[in-house]
């Protein structure tokens, strides 16, 4: 049987990101930008916010950083969608190259039709 102490010091199989910022000894908002660069501990999501850690990937992210294992190459990630508010050049002219051909199109009918 074990005590209450060895108890209390057990770690969850699996921690979400406050406590994997404690536990690696960062705070949370430097976890979030080591993530969120692509250079932090490998985690996984239970949906879009909900972000969760293995112990176990926690101890061989300290590992690397440490030297104690080769660190695992970095995957650079794909650009995502365009931000707001940037358009595009050839999208801006196939919409005007549009107005101008259902502008003509009526002219043409509202001459021709009547």
């Known amino acids: 049987m074990t005590s209450k102490d060895e108890q209390s010091r057990r770690l969850p199989a699996v ?3 406050k406590q994997a910022a404690e536990y690696l000894g960062v705070s949370y ?3 979030r930008n080591l993530i969120w660069l692509g250079l932090g501990p490998k ?3 239970f949906g879009k916010r909900d972000r ?3 112990v176990s990937d926690l101890d061989a992210f300290i590992a ?4 104690d294992v080769p660190a695992e ?11 707001k508010g940037r358009t595009d050049f050839v999208v801006i002219m196939a919409v005007g190259v549009a107005a101008v051909a259902i502008g003509v199109v009526w ?3 509202a001459a021709f039709g009547h």
Do not use: H, Q, T, Y
Not at 74 to 81: D, N, S, Y
């Open 43 to 45: 985690s996984f999501s």
């Open 107 to 109: 002219l043409i009918v």
């Open 52 to 54: 969760r850690f293995r």
């Open 73 to 83: 190459p970095v995957v650079k990630r794909r650009p995502g969608r365009p931000r």
């Open 15 to 17: 921690m979400d990101s």
């Open 64 to 67: 690397a950083k440490v030297g």
């Open 29 to 31: 908002g430097r976890l």
